[in-house]
């Protein structure tokens, strides 16, 4: 069974950082894209950042020069580094793979950016 657990996530100040991790159980990791998503209420889930299996990453303009994408596939983590946070970065942050699967969707972790 395939699980996928966010952690991380907490209160920082606009300007601050957090690095996200997630990792995978089972098998997909390696042979897997692996992207960050975030949601906040009343939006659709957009994709913040993504990783390919080959180390290639992409992002989103709003975070793109603030936010790294890296993997350690030893400890099947994908990480998520954010620096100088705004507060429309507030957001339940979630990972799943680039071609997203419904049912590796967790619980995510809350990242607030508030003074």
């Known amino acids: 069974q395939v699980q996928l657990v966010e952690s991380g996530g907490g209160l920082v100040q606009p300007g601050g950082s957090l690095r996200l991790s997630c990792t995978v159980s089972?098998?997909?990791?390696?042979?897997?894209?692996m992207g960050w998503y975030r949601q906040t209420p009343g939006k659709q889930r957009e994709l913040v950042a993504g990783?390919?299996?080959?180390?290639?990453?992409n992002y989103a303009e709003s975070v793109k020069g603030r936010f790294t994408i890296s993997r350690d596939n030893a400890k099947n983590t994908v990480y998520l580094q954010m620096n100088s946070l705004k507060p429309e970065d507030t957001a339940v942050y979630y990972c799943?793979?680039?071609?997203?699967?419904?049912?590796?969707w967790g619980q995510g972790t809350q990242v607030t950016v508030s003074s």
């Open positions: 799943n793979t680039l071609a997203v699967v419904k049912a590796y």
């Open positions: 089972g098998s997909i990791f390696s042979i897997n894209g």
């Open positions: 990783i390919f299996s080959n180390g290639r990453t």
